[in-house]
């Protein structure tokens, strides 16, 4: 188990597109090849990744522009963490649950030579899926203690019960407790 290296499971040809490709032609790419992640490449060099959020996230923010005038690398993220070939599948599942990250561009000598994701280590190994599921229960806790501390700024909440007077309306927080608007007022 631990002489598995990330070389022995990762995909070798990734779906890779060009900094000036515009998202547009980048969409296309992730719908037709079935994929999450697309790797910017630029002379066997990676500069950047773009995933389906940063699309999404580019669409509705940037939507007065059109996707084919906003390129690729212009989204990308600017931070790239990558592997090496030679790392075992362990360092590989500890990198990404450290990082909580489902996929990482595998580089040797500054090129890039493929990408490993949970998928890959879990087709291949299946043995590895408790540590792969836990770093998705991890992650998903962690997205709903975000949403927890969100609900807990949340001044104004949907109908329900006055935790003062007892009565249905619609509810707001106040000192921690979801009170209804006359109650608020004698507050």
Not at 7 to 20: C, G, H, L, N, Q
Not at 41 to 69: Q, T, Y
Not at 88 to 116: C, H, S, W, Y
Request: glycine share 4%; proline share 3%.
């Amino acid at each position: 188990m631990e002489n598995i290296l990330v070389a022995d499971v990762m995909t070798r040809e990734p779906v890779i597109v060009k900094p000036d490709d515009h998202l547009l032609y980048c969409a296309k790419r992730i719908v037709r090849k079935k994929v999450g992640t697309l790797l910017i490449v630029d002379k066997k060099k990676l500069v950047g990744f773009i995933n389906e959020r940063d699309i999404l996230w580019a669409l509705v923010k940037k939507s007065k522009k059109d996707l084919s005038n906003i390129k690729a690398i212009d989204i990308s993220a600017k931070k790239i963490i990558s592997i090496r070939p030679s790392a075992t599948v362990k360092e590989a599942i500890k990198k990404m649950k450290k990082l909580k990250f489902e996929r990482l561009p595998v580089i040797n000598d500054n090129q890039l030579v493929g990408i490993i994701t949970a998928k890959d280590i879990l087709n291949f190994h299946p043995e590895f899926y408790p540590e792969l599921e836990e770093f998705a229960r991890i992650r998903e806790e962690q997205k709903k203690l975000k949403r927890i501390k969100k609900a807990k700024e949340r001044t104004f909440m949907h109908e329900g019960i006055c935790e003062e007077c007892g009565e249905r309306d619609f509810l707001y927080r106040v000192h921690g407790m979801l009170i209804c608007e006359s109650c608020r007022d004698s507050v």
